[in-house]
């Protein structure tokens, strides 16, 4: 059983010890070319019990719906088959919120992003206004 650790700074040791204990040295991935600088290590949990866990603890109340090819509804049929999830619908949420959350530094960045131009429109209205009167 691993020990408790405390910090960012020892949940990011821990990912370095599994990392190197596969055979994974982070420090040489700097020589592997051009793409190495657009790598990122993305940590996902062991299993989805605590990810559906949370799911089912917020309101699913807004519908969305979704286009997807054969092969993805056949992962969703297969997920709901296991008894794993109960339907294609919480097996899509479920997996919508995971690559969200893998996202999230790039989806914090778009949103930036537009809060930006939200302001910029915001100061054009006003300029208009009082060009118009």
């Known amino acids: 059983m ?3 650790r405390e910090g960012p700074g020892d949940l990011w040791t821990v990912i370095r010890e599994q990392l190197d ?3 994974v040295d982070l ?5 592997c070319g051009p793409d190495a600088a657009a790598m990122k290590v993305v940590c996902v949990p062991e299993d989805l019990r605590s990810c559906l866990d949370e799911l089912g603890q917020s309101a699913r109340d807004q519908v969305l719906m979704v286009r997807v090819d054969r092969e993805t509804l056949e992962e969703l049929d297969a997920w709901v088959e296991t008894d794993a999830v109960r339907s294609r619908s919480e097996a899509a949420a ?3 919120r995971e690559g969200l ?3 999230s530094s790039e989806l914090g960045e778009l949103k930036e992003a537009l809060d930006d131009v939200a302001k910029a429109k915001d100061r054009l209205r006003d300029a208009a206004s009082k ?3």
């Open 2 to 4: 691993a020990k408790k």
């Open 21 to 23: 204990a596969c055979g």
């Open 27 to 31: 420090d040489s991935l700097s020589s």
């Open 94 to 96: 479920l997996f919508i």
């Open 101 to 103: 959350e893998v996202r």
């Open 131 to 133: 060009v118009l009167g």
